[in-house]
């Protein structure tokens, strides 16, 4: 008989459900082998009030699950996409990224649309991606700095907290909480954190048992889009912290990227493609592109002065 395989979860309502999933789709593929759920508490958890700025760099929500998975206490370790920092950690290896689910931001009010929302309007989200590409659009709105798991955030809204705080559409679908959007925000103006939508399931390097088990939840198409969308952030200097956005749609054999940074008060947006083969060199060309633009317009408004 062989040992189970033991995967390891953040103890949030929507982690243990995006590991359900894979667990779900694991028994499924391989109705012989045993599996374990083990929940474990991260950084990012125990310090739900402290703003993300504050207590570290990237990595925050799943440096826990990566130790264990390090020290053989876990087998597998699933974790949002966008949570994983941009440089991999030695030792490990992403061995599938399951298909994307909606990517997009959503706003979530009291019946409110974002254009509807009063002057001076509250609006909660502890991302700097967010807040910068909403005053890009309202600049008259009230950010308002918040945490939480979703639950607690839709909490504020309902209590009147804020007016209404911007959240990502999958988790709020992975919850089976659609009817809490008031307004799916349009990636014309708001691009999603890279990898946003998207699950990892990671493995020690050289574990060939546990990667032959996982690999065929791979999904590749999304693969290629949130490989190219973390290229463009790395290449911007990019981390949880860092006001950029990016998505990526393949179309055939091609890729469609489009990316944004915020500098100085500003936001810019590029897009590029190419051969969906070519992700990364597509990721670092709309990063170049993006960098001349946000110091161009440096210059200009410095120019204004």
């Known amino acids: 008989m062989k040992n189970p395989i033991v995967v390891g979860s953040r103890g949030s309502r929507l982690a243990l459900i995006q590991t359900q999933s894979v667990l779900d789709g694991l028994t499924r593929l391989h109705p012989g082998r045993e599996f374990r759920l083990a929940k474990i508490r991260t950084t990012g958890d125990i310090k739900a009030r402290t703003p993300l700025s504050e207590i570290s760099s990237h990595g925050v929500f799943v440096?826990?699950?990566?130790?264990?998975?390090l020290e053989g206490r876990i087998d597998v370790a699933v974790h949002s996409l966008k949570d994983l920092p941009l440089r991999g950690h030695p030792g490990l290896t992403i061995a599938a990224v399951t298909?994307?689910?909606d990517p997009r931001d959503v706003l979530v009010s009291r019946g409110k649309t974002l254009s509807e929302l009063d002057p001076g309007s509250s609006v909660g989200?502890?991302?700097?991606?967010?807040?910068?590409?909403?005053?890009?659009?309202?600049?008259?709105?009230?950010?308002?700095?918040i945490r939480g798991n979703i639950e607690t955030?839709?909490?504020?809204?309902?209590?009147?907290?804020?007016?209404?705080?911007?959240?990502a559409a999958a988790g709020l679908v992975r919850l089976g909480m659609e009817d809490r959007v008031t307004e799916y925000l349009s990636t014309e103006n708001f691009l999603p954190e890279p990898g946003q939508g998207a699950l990892a399931v990671e493995i020690r390097s050289g574990d060939e048992d546990v990667f032959e088990l996982v690999r065929p939840l791979h999904h590749e198409p999304t693969w290629t889009c949130v490989s190219a969308e973390r290229a463009f952030a790395l290449a911007l200097?990019?981390?949880c912290s860092a006001p950029v956005a990016c998505l990526g749609?393949?179309?055939?054999t091609r890729l469609e990227l489009r990316g944004m940074i915020a500098e100085g008060g500003r936001v810019f947006f590029a897009f590029e493609e190419g051969e969906a083969g070519l992700a990364e060199v597509i990721a670092r060309r709309l990063a170049e592109g993006l960098k001349k633009s946000a110091a161009a317009g440096a210059a200009g408004r410095s120019g204004e002065k």
């Open 63 to 69: 440096k826990e699950l990566q130790s264990q998975l």
């Open 99 to 101: 298909p994307r689910v």
């Open 125 to 145: 989200t502890g991302s700097p991606r967010r807040k910068s590409q909403l005053l890009a659009v309202r600049p008259d709105l009230t950010v308002t700095q």
């Open 153 to 167: 955030r839709l909490r504020k809204v309902s209590d009147g907290e804020v007016d209404g705080i911007v959240v």
């Open 237 to 239: 200097g990019g981390g």
């Open 249 to 252: 749609a393949v179309i055939g």
